[in-house]
């Protein structure tokens, strides 16, 4: 990125904002991409492997638009925002840090909410919300969802259910051969709750003591991380990194479907028409991997965390899931397109209705 007006410009941004405090070496960007939904709501990552400032705006640019896509295409009422700090994540003095953004996103009146991402913790936003309510993802004891990995998890097995329905036929996920990549906060919840679906499991992650936990406690089968991507089976399911879905890994894959957490799994959109021709179905990530933000900010608006309610939305990415294959179907695209394709539709219905005056007075 040379010029930032003219990317914005590019991806029609509303606003980018940057907040700098000398006394606490705090520097930090917010970008807002799109609040014709609702207000511009992401997590706030804390990063600071960045080649320079530019690339740390253009960082938040990017995530703010891929939240707008996420919930729209989640059928959520929120648009897209992002925070970065530019900062190591290990950083000790979190209290002034993340008091001082939650200072920042007050003057912004609600235009932006906050949450947790790479980098920072459940315990960062609780410092945020001491100056802000313009945060989600809160532990419980103020009020958020607390942990809610397992929640992303079951969003992504209720994609699963929707690819093997059109794969196979039928929902069912019991003696499906599933391949896990990352035994993280939500690879290890994926592996449990497909575990109770009666799924066959070969899991694999960096850490051994992950994979030995798993191995012992429902029995899967392993293998090493660099030979996950030659294993057989119905389901690849990647919950580690990004970018796994390359021109060295596509030769090797031997499942039928890919549908896991981690987010942008294609190093580039061309693989996803490669995923396409190989007659693999690919289930876009920000549709599989929203389970989480689904569930943490259902209690916005409505008062109050409620499991019932917010599990049920989650539920709902198999219905999103089975329109992205209708859309695909209809206008001959690739599943990664045919997301795109179903969030800005959204965007653009409900912008046509938001253009009626609720209020008449002149
Ligand atoms: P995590 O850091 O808890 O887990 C990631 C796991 O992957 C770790 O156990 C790590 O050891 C392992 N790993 C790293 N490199 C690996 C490799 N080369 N091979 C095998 N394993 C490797 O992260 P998480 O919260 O479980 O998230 C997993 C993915 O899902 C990430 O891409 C994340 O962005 C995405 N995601 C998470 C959530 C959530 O609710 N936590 C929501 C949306 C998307």
Not at 108 to 132: F, H, N, P, Q, S
Not at 257 to 282: F, R, T
Request: with cysteine.
């Amino acid at each position: 990125m040379d010029a930032i007006l003219d990317y914005m410009e590019k991806y029609d941004y509303e606003n980018l904002f940057l907040c700098q405090d000398r006394a606490l070496n705090f520097k930090a960007v917010i970008a807002i991409h799109d609040t014709t939904l609702g207000p511009a709501t992401g997590g706030c990552r804390m990063w600071n492997r960045y080649a320079g400032e530019m690339d740390a705006i253009e960082d938040a640019l990017r995530l703010a638009r891929g939240m707008t896509y996420k919930y729209a295409a989640a059928g959520v009422n929120l648009g897209g925002g992002k925070a970065v700090i530019i900062g190591d994540p290990q950083r000790q003095d979190r209290e002034p840090v993340f008091r001082a953004l939650g200072k920042f996103i007050n003057r912004l009146g609600g235009k932006y909410i906050t949450g947790e991402d790479v980098g920072t913790t459940l315990e960062d936003m609780a410092y945020i919300r001491m100056e802000t309510e313009y945060v989600v993802t809160l532990p419980t004891y103020l009020g958020g969802a607390g942990d809610i990995a397992p929640m992303t998890a079951f969003g992504t097995l209720r994609a699963m259910q929707a690819c093997c329905n059109r794969v196979y036929g039928s929902d069912g996920l019991e003696g499906k051969r599933v391949v896990v990549q990352g035994l993280g906060a939500v690879g290890h919840n994926i592996v449990a709750q497909l575990h109770e679906a009666g799924a066959k499991m070969v899991v694999t992650d960096i850490d051994s003591a992950k994979v030995a936990a798993m191995v012992s406690r429902y029995g899967v089968e392993q293998v090493e991380p660099a030979a996950i991507y030659d294993v057989e089976g119905d389901i690849f399911c990647p919950c580690a990194l990004g970018q796994v879905i390359n021109d060295a890994t596509l030769s090797r894959l031997k499942c039928k479907i890919i549908c896991g957490s981690a987010n942008n799994q294609l190093a580039e959109e061309h693989h996803g028409d490669v995923l396409e021709e190989k007659g693999m179905v690919y289930a876009p990530d920000y549709i599989t991997n929203a389970g989480g933000t689904i569930y943490d900010t259902d209690r916005l608006g409505v008062g109050g965390v409620s499991h019932a309610r917010g599990k049920e939305k989650v539920s709902r990415i198999y219905a999103n899931m089975l329109r992205v294959f209708e859309i695909a179907d209809r206008d001959q695209i690739p599943t990664y397109l045919a997301a795109d394709r179903m969030a800005e539709e959204r965007i653009r219905q409900i912008a046509e209705v938001k253009k009626y005056v609720d209020d008449l007075k002149p």
